[in-house]
C-alpha cells in the first residue's frame, strides 16, 4: 500500500521516495509484523485459554511432552495474519510474485487450520487424513504454478534450469522440460511445508530455522533481483536473474519478524503453539520463495534442518515396512534424541546453531564457486 505513495509521488524529491527502496520496505515489514504480534499475542493466548483451545498430545510421544497438555495452540493463525498483514502495507502490490506468494501462504493456513480444527473436535491427533491433505496442498499448488508459468514466468525472464550450489552456471546447468520443472517446483514446496510441519514438535523448535531461512532468503531474492545504480547484481554474482522477485525480500522480512515476535511466546517452556495452521503455511511460503527466486537446491542447505527432520520421518517409516525394524528411537529425530535423554532445550538450541551454520554456508555458496 505505501508502495502507491511512492509512485504517486514520481521523481518529485519528498519523504515517500523511501517507499521505492525494498531494502527499507523489508525493514519496516519486519519491524509491522514483529510488533503486531508482541502486542497481541498476549491477548490472543488468554482468548485461547478462554475457549479452551489447547494441544492435544500423542500417547506414544515423549513422557516430558504429557505436561504440554492444554497449552493454547493454533497462535499460528495471527503468525500469518501478522504477515499477511505487513505484506499487504509493504509490498508493492503489483508484483505478481507476492500475490503468488500470499495464495500458497494462505491456502496452505486454511488447510493447517482445518487440520488443527479437527484434532481439537475429536479429542485427537487424527486431523485431516493424509489423503485429504496432500491432495489439497498439491491441488492448490497446481494450480499456482500453472498461472505462473503461463502469465508471469515468461514476462520475468524466467527459465526451467536447475542451478547447483558451489557450481557456475557455465560449468553445469540441469535443464528440465517445462513439465518436468512444474512436478519438480510442486514437490519442492509441498515437501517444505510438510517438512517444516514435522519439525514443530518442541518449543521454538520449527520457528526458530523459519526465522533464519526467512532471513536469508531476504538476501537471496535482493540479490537475484536487485538493480543498483543501473548495474544487475545477480549478473556479477552469477545468479539466475529473475525480475521482479526481489520484492519478495519484503515478503520474508515480514516473516522473519512475525517469526521473531511467535518465538517470544513459543520459547521453552511455550505459552502457545503454532499448530498446523502456522507450521504448514510458512513451509509453505518458505518453498514458495525457493522456486520462484530459482534457489530450489540451495534451499536444501538453507532448510536443512527440515530435510533432516523429512527423512527422519521416511527413513523410519519404510524401514519399518520393509524389515519390521527402527532405525531411530522415535521419529521425527528430534523426539529421537528426546528418548536419548537430551534436554529439550538442548535440542532446539543446538537445532538453532546448525540452521545459522547451514545459512551461512548457503550465502557462501553464492560467491565461493
Same mark, same amino acid.
Given at each position: 500500500?505505501?508502495?502507491?505513495? +511512492? ?20 525493514? !519496516? ?37 504429557? !505436561? ?42 486454511? $488447510? ?25 496442498? $498439491? ?11 503461463? +502469465? ?5 525472464? +524466467? ?21 518436468? +520443472?512444474?512436478?519438480? =517446483?510442486? %514437490? ?12 514443530? @514438535?518442541?518449543? @521454538? ?6 526465522? $533464519?531461512? !526467512? ?17 544487475? $547484481? ?25 517469526? %521473531? ?17 502456522? =507450521?504448514? =503455511?510458512?513451509?509453505? !511460503?518458505?518453498?514458495?520463495? =525457493? ?79
Amino acid at each position: 500500500m505505501f508502495y502507491w505513495l +511512492y509512485e504517486l509521488q514520481g521523481a518529485t524529491p519528498g519523504v515517500f521516495r523511501l517507499f521505492g527502496s525494498p531494502v527499507f520496505r523489508a525493514i !519496516a515489514a519486519l519491524a509491522t509484523a514483529l510488533v503486531t504480534c508482541l502486542v497481541l499475542y498476549p491477548w490472543l493466548i488468554r482468548q485461547l485459554q478462554l475457549k479452551q483451545i489447547g494441544q492435544v498430545i500423542r500417547d506414544d510421544g515423549p513422557e516430558s511432552h504429557f !505436561a504440554k497438555r492444554g497449552t493454547p495452540t493454533m497462535g499460528g493463525t495471527l503468525l500469518v495474519i501478522s504477515v499477511v498483514g505487513a505484506c499487504l502495507l509493504w509490498c508493492n502490490l503489483n508484483n505478481p510474485f507476492v500475490w503468488l506468494t500470499l495464495v500458497i501462504t494462505v491456502i496452505y493456513a486454511v $488447510v493447517g487450520f482445518l487440520d488443527d480444527f479437527l484434532k481439537l473436535h475429536h479429542k485427537n491427533t487424527g486431523g485431516l487424513s493424509e489423503r485429504w491433505k496432500i491432495l489439497t496442498q $498439491v491441488g492448490s499448488v497446481a494450480l499456482v504454478m500453472w498461472y505462473f508459468f503461463v +502469465y508471469v514466468a515468461p514476462e520475468a525472464g +524466467y527459465d526451467t534450469t536447475l542451478n547447483f550450489p558451489f557450481v557456475k552456471p557455465e560449468t553445469f546447468q540441469l535443464i528440465l522440460p517445462p513439465w518436468g +520443472y512444474a512436478i519438480f =517446483a510442486g %514437490i519442492t514446496i509441498f515437501a517444505t511445508s510438510t517438512a517444516c510441519n514435522l519439525t514443530d @514438535g518442541l518449543d @521454538g523448535l520449527a520457528i526458530g530455522p523459519t526465522i $533464519v531461512s !526467512a532471513t536469508t532468503f531476504s538476501i537471496i531474492c535482493y540479490l537475484t533481483g536487485a538493480t543498483l545504480f543501473g548495474f544487475q $547484481v545477480a549478473d556479477y554474482l552469477l545468479l539466475p536473474r529473475v525480475e521482479g522477485v526481489d520484492e519478495l525480500a519484503v515478503f520474508c522480512a515480514a516473516m522473519a519478524g512475525a517469526g %521473531i515476535g511467535f518465538l517470544w511466546f513459543n520459547m521453552y517452556p511455550a505459552m502457545v503453539f503454532m499448530g498446523d495452521v502456522g =507450521a504448514l =503455511a510458512l513451509g509453505g !511460503a518458505l518453498g514458495a520463495v =525457493a522456486v520462484f527466486s530459482k534457489q530450489e537446491l540451495l534451499s536444501v542447505i538453507v532448510h536443512g534442518i527440515f530435510v533432516v527432520e523429512f527423512l527422519s520421518v521416511i527413513i523410519q517409516r519404510y524401514s519399518f515396512r520393509w524389515t519390521g525394524k527402527r532405525v531411530f528411537a522415535m521419529a521425527p529425530i528430534h523426539h529421537h534424541f528426546e528418548k536419548k535423554g537430551w534436554p529439550e532445550s538442548r535440542i532446539t538450541v543446538r537445532f538453532w546453531i546448525i540452521s545459522v551454520m547451514l545459512a551461512l554456508l548457503a550465502l557462501a555458496s553464492i560467491k565461493v564457486r
